[in-house]
C-alpha cells in the first residue's frame, strides 16, 4: 500500500486513534481535501494501540462505544462484549482504516515534534522525529486526552533490576507473571482492570495504594441477541440520543435528588443500579451529588457498604474504602473482581500515603518507614499527564513564536475546548475545556469533527484564510469554565481533572461541564451566530450570553 508523502498539504493531523480516523475522513473524503496523518504507533488505535495490559476494556457500553456518522459502517461491526477489550477496540478501528482506506494516507512509526505558525505565509509547518517537514494551512491534533503516560520520579528510579512495566505502553508481545513476585504501583482505573488478572497469575501480587477509588460493577459479558437485534433497528435514535445526552451515554440523572427521596426509595434505586453495573450509580443516579455533601455522602454510605461486604478483611477494607474526596468527582473504574481479589492470601494492599514510597531499589522499593519489598517485577499504574500533558510534549509555536506550553503555563487557554488565541488553523479534537473525559468520547470526537469541518469549509467558502478565537472571547470562556467547576464539588477531590497528579501542574479543572448536549446545541448556535467569538482574518464576532450560560445550573 502506497502512503501519501506529499510535503505541502491543506492539513497535517497529528494521531491515528478515534479522532485522527474520522479527521482525516471528513477532510479527504467528504470535503476533497489534502491530508496527511503522522502516528506515533506502527498501526491504528492511538491511545489503544499502545492500551494492552491485562484486562484493559472500554467503560462505555460497546454499541456506543464506536462511530455513528455513517450507518452502514455502524451496523457492519458487532462487539462480543458489553464492554469491549483493547484488541477488539483496535480491531474496530482497523476494521475503518480499511473500510475507508485511510492507511495510504497514514504515516506510522512517525512522531510530531514541531508545529510553527508562519505569520506571513500563513501556513503552519510541521517536522517530524524521522526528519520530513511538510506545510499545511490547517493542524488538527488528534493526540487524545489520556495519551501522554505519567511515571512518578522516585528515587532510584532505573535501579529495578527486573522489567518495569508501565499499563499505558504494554509490550505487545504480553507478559507471562506465573510465579513472579508482582508490584503494582497505583489504583485507578487501568490498576482496577489489571489486578484480578495478574495477581491470578502471580505468585504474590502487591498493590501500593495511595488513593482508593469508588468502583462499581462492571456486569460485563455477552449481550442478549435480542438486546443486539433492537439496536441494530434503532441507530437514528441511538445518535440522537447520545447526541443530546448529558454524558454521550443513554444515562439519565433522576429528577428527584438524593436527599429529597425517602431512604427506602434511594436504597432500592442504587441496589437496581448496582445490580445492571455500569455507570449508572455516578452518572444515571442523583444530581445533587455533584453540588452537596449531604446528597453525596448518601450514596457513599451506600458504596462503602457494597466495599465492606465484599472484602473479607476488615482492616484491608477499611483501606480500600475511599477518604477525603466525594463520589462521583474522580473518574469512576468499572470493576470485575478487583475487591474480591484483595480476599487472595498471596495478594496484598500497602497504604502509601501514610507511609510513601522512598526508593526504588534494585530488589524492588523501600518505603519511608524503612520497610522494604522484592519483586520480580515491578507495574506502574500511574495515569496519564492528562489533557495538555499531549500537546505540551510538542513543541507548538504561534503568533511571534509563542509556545503553547508557554501560553497554558497557569492553565489551559482556549475557546470550547477547540482552539486558542494566537494559533490560527490549529484545531484540538476534544481539547482541554471541553466535554472530552467526562463522555463517552466517540461521541464528543464526533461532534468536535464535524465542527472542525464546517468551519474550515466555511472559510474556503469565504475565501477567508485564518480563524482563532478572540481573547476576550478566550479569556470570558477560561473564567466561565472554572466558574461552573466551582459550583460543583469536583474541585474538591484532588484528581486528574483537576491536574492534581502531576507534580508542578497548575490545579485548574481541565474538562468542561457544559455537557454534551448543551454543549453541541452550544456549538452549534455559535455557527449559525457567524462563528461568534471567534476571529476570521482578524476580524472578530464577540460571542453572545448565551455561550456563557450554563444549563445545567437551572
Known amino acids: 500500500m502506497t502512503t501519501s508523502t506529499d510535503t505541502t498539504v491543506d492539513a497535517v493531523i497529528i494521531g491515528a486513534g478515534f479522532s485522527g480516523l474520522y479527521m482525516l475522513h471528513k477532510l479527504r473524503d467528504e470535503m476533497g481535501l489534502r491530508a496527511r496523518v503522522f502516528e506515533t504507533g506502527a498501526g491504528v488505535g492511538g491511545t489503544w494501540y499502545w492500551n494492552r495490559y491485562p484486562g484493559a476494556r472500554s467503560d462505555s457500553d460497546s454499541y456506543i462505544y464506536g462511530y455513528t456518522f455513517d450507518q452502514e459502517l455502524w451496523e457492519s461491526w458487532e462487539w462480543s462484549e458489553r464492554y469491549p477489550e483493547c484488541h477488539e477496540i483496535r480491531g474496530y478501528l482497523e476494521h475503518v482504516a480499511d ?180 455507570f449508572h450509580i455516578w452518572l444515571g443516579s442523583y444530581a445533587d451529588i455533584f453540588f452537596t455533601t449531604e446528597a453525596n455522602d448518601l450514596v457513599r454510605g451506600f458504596l462503602d457498604r457494597k466495599i465492606r461486604e465484599k472484602v473479607d478483611d476488615p482492616e484491608t477494607a477499611e483501606l480500600l474504602v475511599p477518604k477525603g474526596h466525594p463520589f462521583g468527582c474522580k473518574r469512576n473504574p468499572l470493576d470485575s473482581g478487583y475487591f474480591e481479589t484483595f480476599n487472595e492470601p498471596h495478594v496484598h494492599l500497602v497504604d502509601v500515603k501514610s507511609n510513601p514510597i522512598a526508593e526504588i531499589t534494585p530488589t524492588g522499593l523501600r518505603l519511608t518507614d524503612g520497610a522494604e519489598y522484592e519483586f520480580d517485577a515491578l507495574v506502574f499504574a500511574t495515569g496519564f499527564d492528562a489533557m495538555t500533558g499531549p500537546l505540551d510534549r510538542i513543541d507548538i509555536r504561534g503568533r511571534g513564536g509563542t509556545l503553547l506550553r508557554d501560553k497554558w503555563e497557569e492553565g489551559p487557554r482556549t475557546y470550547l475546548g477547540l482552539m486558542s488565541h494566537g494559533y490560527p488553523n490549529l484545531f484540538t479534537i476534544t481539547g482541554p475545556q471541553s466535554p472530552s473525559v467526562l463522555s463517552n468520547m466517540p461521541v464528543s470526537i464526533e461532534q468536535h469533527v464535524d465542527l472542525v469541518g464546517r468551519i474550515i469549509a466555511d472559510l474556503r467558502a469565504r475565501g477567508a484564510r485564518t480563524i482563532e478565537p478572540s481573547k476576550d472571547d478566550e479569556d470570558r470562556w477560561c473564567d466561565y469554565n472554572q466558574e461552573i467547576a466551582h459550583a460543583t464539588l469536583f474541585p474538591t477531590a484532588d484528581t486528574w481533572y483537576m491536574g492534581a497528579n502531576i507534580p508542578g501542574k497548575p490545579r485548574v479543572f481541565l474538562p468542561n461541564l457544559d455537557f454534551v448536549g448543551p454543549y453541541r446545541a452550544k456549538c452549534d448556535q455559535i455557527a449559525a451566530n457567524g462563528w461568534e467569538g471567534f476571529a476570521i482574518d482578524g476580524e472578530a464576532t464577540p460571542a453572545s450570553e448565551h455561550v456563557y450560560t450554563w444549563a445545567v445550573a437551572g
Open 99 to 278: 473500510r475507508f482506506d485511510l492507511t495510504k494516507d497514514i504515516t506510522f512509526g512517525t512522531r510530531v515534534d514541531s508545529a510553527t505558525f508562519d505569520e506571513s505565509r500563513e501556513v503552519w509547518t510541521v517536522t517530524t522525529d524521522s526528519g520530513e517537514t511538510v506545510t499545511a494551512t490547517y493542524v488538527i491534533s488528534a493526540v487524545g486526552a489520556l495519551s501522554a503516560s505519567n511515571t512518578p520520579t522516585f528515587a532510584g528510579g532505573d535501579s529495578f533490576a527486573g522489567p518495569t512495566l508501565h499499563t499505558g505502553h504494554w509490550p505487545h508481545e504480553g507478559v507471562d507473571f506465573t510465579g513472579q513476585r508482582v508490584g503494582m504501583i497505583g489504583s485507578g482505573a487501568s490498576a482496577v482492570q489489571a489486578t484480578p488478572l495478574i495477581a491470578a497469575q502471580a505468585r504474590e501480587f502487591t498493590v501500593f495504594q495511595r488513593t482508593a477509588n469508588y468502583i462499581v460493577p462492571a456486569n460485563n459479558g455477552p449481550v442478549d441477541p435480542e438486546v443486539k437485534a433492537e439496536r441494530l433497528k434503532d441507530w437514528a435514535g441511538i445518535r440522537e440520543r447520545i447526541q443530546n445526552s448529558n454524558f454521550g451515554f443513554e444515562l439519565y440523572l433522576q429528577e428527584k435528588g438524593a436527599a429529597d427521596a425517602s431512604d427506602e426509595e434511594r436504597e432500592a434505586l442504587l441496589e437496581d443500579f448496582w445490580s445492571r453495573g455500569g
